[in-house]
């Protein structure tokens, strides 16, 4: 491998980005140059004080031209870094370098040494100077200690850097000559893991011309690693079909060696011939052997078949992370999606359901139950099956007793990958029961637990991890909150005997809100969480009262309602707070969301049409002043939160109405 030439170390990144660096940080303008300067090369100072003087005045520029390069010629000849004053009488210094047998000067400069540098730099200025041609630029003063102290802060990192853009430069280098000889390392249209291996051996093949290659995988019941694709000369006998697993071939290149060598005894006057086998290491487990049947090599022909194996390796491992994080993503994604599933207005039973086969579609299990703690018997129930009926309708447990009765106790979920080996357990797996692995999350809204989510039996026939629990933990959390909503909404007789909707709207009422909104700060508070709170006021309503009626008011009162409601999450809480006054408790929700939210009831308030006896009328002059605050920035208790709201909801009001305001 040839070295790097002097002009490609100068053009590197890390060379470059590191003189802007210094340069700008260190008040110095830098040049890095080769050291055979003469004063005949025509150097031209690159410095930015100098380049203005130069592009003004031409008389500057021959001086500049006809004095610096003879300095910086001699400075460069120096075996150690020099100090010098420039044309323009500015500190300057030169540091020698080597790359090899080249050599490169380290050209900087700074400001004066003292004002007679500046007088005289002013003059030089002034006999050169064209009429009507005025020159300024802010000037600095640097003592000799502190440009020696720069320069050898230069030399230092110069030195260190030059080492690393060598490496770099070298590696580079290395790669596109590899890549010429021996093409592009990449199979053109065949991604799969067969697909690299026959890559692999077709071009080491028409590298090397061996006697034979073979890559052997290994089988994950016996062990083994057994014969998957192989090519050989014509003449070649010998074909390497298995090797076991207690091997020395495998023990050693398991253990991290670079290859394992086999010399064949040959008879007298014959060239010896020899195996090699290289290890295709990938996520640190031995996936592959390649076995390699030639004369023996030199020791650069090994390393390019051990640089081979290892490009095949990576290649294989890349292969699985990129499947593995599309597989991700696609779960993410449809775990994103899932509480806009659920969030439909779906009866409870359908709801609940639901729930189930979302769950069991997120984790890709073909089993499951959802069991719902019944507040008046303190049992939990089956409410949800999928993947059979064997578990009664009616079937019920107490928490503590059984799995799914511990996690209701304990608040925490359980990961089970066998269950006959789990410590915690040792139970038997029932028949019905295609694997031992299952996963159960208890489903409750802050420490309060309604039921119980149980999945078992992966599609894939793998056991459920870690990555599956998160998954299902984040899911349960809001499926526990739209159950919760749900169910309120199931009992809305029984809410309204207890007072807590409104009954025009059929929102929650101003009591149940503040009870809500204390329940909302004391949760927030003791898990230092945040939350949202919205104060919707209808502008131009009392007008539409007078005019129209009460009765009109009233439908104008609904529909408004119901355009908040349409407009929320589900998880959101929203509640009549008096007359045209609304309030909408956002959990969980930053002050940007929260805004963005607000922006939506904004703009659907005031593009609804209403409808009443005298026809469609579109708006009908009815707009909506919002406050937006926050958990805990604009307060911290229920009294200070509505104070704050309804102060940010007026001060829409003042700044013209039919605004969004924080405060």
Known sequence: MNRPTLQQILGSRPIRNHVDDIASTLGFSLDVIPSDVTAESGLVCSSARCTSLRNLMPAWKARCEEVCPGKIAHAAANTAATLFTCFAQFISFAIPLEIGHDRLTVIGRGGFLSLRDQRKHRELVRSVAVRGICVSEPVSFISKKQAWAVCRYVEKSFRHL???????????????????????????????????????????????????????????????????????????????????????????????????????????????????????????????????????????????????????????????????????????????????????????????????????????????????????????????????????????????????????????????????????????????????????????????????????????????????????????????????????????????????????????NRRYLQDRLEDEAARAQRYDRQFCLLMIDLDGFKRFNDTRGHLEGDRVLKQIADVIMRSVRTMDVVARYGGDEFVVILPETGLDLATRIAERIHSDIATRTLFGEGGGLEGNGITASIGVIAYPQHGTTMAQLLEGADRAMYQAKRHGKNKIETL
């Open 162 to 508: 030059i080492d690393i853009a060598v490496e770099s430069v070298s590696m580079r280098m290395k790669i596109e000559q590899m890549k010429e000889a021996f093409g592009q390392w990449e199979p053109a249209t065949d991604n799969e893991t067969e697909g690299i291996y026959r890559f692999l051996i077709e071009r080491l093949f028409l590298l090397f011309d061996p006697g034979c290659i073979t890559v052997l995988t290994r089988d994950r019941s016996s062990g083994r690693y057994v014969g998957l694709l192989s090519q050989k000369r014509r003449t070649e006998k010998a074909l390497v079909q298995s090797i076991g697993a207690d091997d020395v071939i495998v023990k050693e290149l398991g253990e991290g060696k670079p290859y394992y060598l086999y010399q064949v005894p040959s008879a007298a006057g014959n060239e010896p011939t020899a195996w090699y086998f290289f290890p295709l290491q990938v996520n640190d487990g031995l996936e592959a052997i390649l076995a390699f049947s030639d004369r023996v090599l030199k020791d650069d022909d090994v390393h390019i078949l051990s640089t081979f194996c290892r490009q095949a390796a990576h290649l294989i491992e890349n292969q699985r992370l990129q499947r593995e994080l599309g597989k991700k993503i696609r779960r993410l994604a449809f775990a994103a999606a899932l509480p806009e599933t659920i969030s439909q207005n779906l009866n409870h039973r359908e709801l609940m359901q639901a729930i189930l086969d979302k769950s069991a579609e997120l984790l890709m299990a073909e089993r499951g139950s959802l069991m719902l703690l019944d507040e008046v018997t303190n049992r939990l129930l089956v409410e949800a099956i999928k993947g059979g009926a064997e578990i009664p309708e009616h079937f019920s447990i107490s928490p503590g007793e059984g799995i799914a009765g511990k996690v209701a106790a304990m608040g925490e979920p359980v990961l089970v990958r066998n269950l006959e080996e789990d410590p915690r357990f040792k139970q038997k797996n029932k028949g019905r029961y295609k694997t031992p692995s299952f996963v159960s999350v208890p489903l409750k809204i802050d420490n309060r637990i309604i039921g119980v989510l149980n999945l078992s039996d992966k599609t894939t026939g793998e056991v459920f991890d870690d990555d599956d629990l998160k998954l299902i933990q984040t899911f349960a959390t809001h499926a526990a909150i739209v159950l919760d909503r749900n169910a309120l909404y199931t009992q809305t007789e029984e809410l309204k005997r207890l007072s807590i909707t409104d009954p025009l709207t059929g929102l929650l």
